[in-house]
């Protein structure tokens, strides 16, 4: 029997994680990286709802979060070897003007 | 509280958690990150499975530590980045990002605490991890969330015209 609050505080934790890897990397693949780790701490957190409140919308809605996130991956990524072409480099300090 | 047997698993899989986040932010090596962040996503995956999801605790392993993190792989090692030269960014910042990152995680644990979330997560019955509600899970998918599916397909397709779209190169373009 795990209290559902102990969840709540791993997901906490990981989301934590990931905000402070924002913050402090400048590669941006990692940076990326963290942003998965916020997007699968939201989903934990949602997985232990819906078992708190004995219903599947949780899980459905999680299922739809892996959707966007694949979507946003094909997309950053993308963006980020176009970068790389014509700065040939994906530090986020080198990252200071608009155009290409 | 006793120990049982759900809740040693589930403290071996927190710690194991946490620490393969901490490894993804510290670790200098691209490749080393990427790898940390796929045990974190499999430990997250066994924690679905604790909590009776067993489709999207498969689905994680398939999509997240599968696909997405494939994908991750390739376009390090496609740019062959995997190692950066220290940040020459504010020297404050370091400092600054622990300060920020515990601030969040201590507001986050006051309002768990203060919620006072006090429901408890019976260990996963037979019936939950079986095919059945496997089975009524896609009902509600196809019925009382039909339309955010669609859309779902329909966001996916730009996705994937816009990365191509992207990284195509055009004759005689900058590209």
Redesign the interface.
Same mark, same amino acid.
């Given at each position: 029997?795990?209290?559902?609050?102990?969840?709540?505080?791993?997901s906490?934790?990981?989301?934590?994680?990931?905000? !402070?890897?924002v913050? @402090?990397? &400048?590669?941006s @693949?990692?940076v990326? !990286?963290?942003i998965? @780790?916020m997007l699968?701490a939201g989903? @934990?957190a949602f997985?232990?709802f819906? &078992?708190?409140h004995n219903t599947?919308?949780g899980?459905?809605f999680?299922?739809?979060v !892996?959707?966007?996130?694949?979507?946003?991956?094909?997309?950053g990524?993308?963006?980020?070897?176009?970068i790389? &072409?014509?700065k040939n480099?994906?530090?986020l300090?080198q990252m200071n003007n608009l155009k290409? | 509280m006793p120990m049982?047997m759900? +809740?040693f698993v589930?403290l071996v899989l927190?710690f194991v958690?946490?620490a393969s986040?901490?490894g993804?932010?510290i670790s200098r090596n691209?490749i080393y990150?990427?790898l940390f962040?796929v045990l974190?996503?499999l430990t997250?995956a066994v924690?679905?499975l =604790? =909590? %009776?999801?067993p489709?999207?605790a498969l689905?994680?392993v398939t999509?997240?530590a599968g696909?997405?993190m494939v994908?991750?792989l390739f376009?390090?090692m496609?740019?062959g980045?995997d190692k950066?030269p220290p940040?020459?960014?504010l020297s404050y910042?370091?400092v600054?990002?622990?300060v920020?990152?515990?601030l969040?995680?201590a507001e986050?644990?006051y309002w768990?605490?203060r %919620?006072a979330?006090? %429901?408890?997560?019976?260990?996963p019955s037979a019936e939950l991890n079986s095919m059945a509600?496997i089975q009524? +899970?896609s009902l509600? =998918?196809f019925s009382q969330?039909l339309l955010?599916f669609e859309v779902?397909s329909i966001?996916?397709l730009?996705? +994937?015209i816009?990365?191509?779209v992207?990284?195509i190169k055009q004759k005689g373009g900058?590209?």
């Open positions: 029997m795990v209290p559902v609050s102990y969840y709540l505080v791993v906490g934790i990981l989301f934590s994680i990931g905000a !402070m890897g913050l @402090l990397r &400048r590669n @693949l990692v990326f !990286m963290s998965e @780790l699968n989903n @934990l997985v232990a819906a &078992r708190m599947f919308s899980q459905l999680v299922f739809f !892996m959707a966007v996130a694949a979507a946003e991956v094909a997309v990524l993308a963006l980020i070897v176009t790389f &072409r014509t480099s994906i530090n300090d290409g | 049982t759900d +809740m589930f927190a958690a946490v986040a901490f993804m932010l691209g990150a990427i962040l974190n996503f997250v924690f679905y =604790l =909590l %009776g999801a489709f999207i689905s994680q999509i997240y696909a997405i994908l991750f376009v390090i496609l740019l980045t950066l940040s020459t960014g910042q370091r600054a990002t622990y920020l990152g515990g969040l995680l986050i644990g768990i605490w %919620g979330l006090t %429901g408890v997560i019976p260990p509600s009524e +899970m509600m =998918l969330y955010p779902t966001l996916l730009v996705a +994937m816009g990365a191509i992207l990284t900058r590209g």
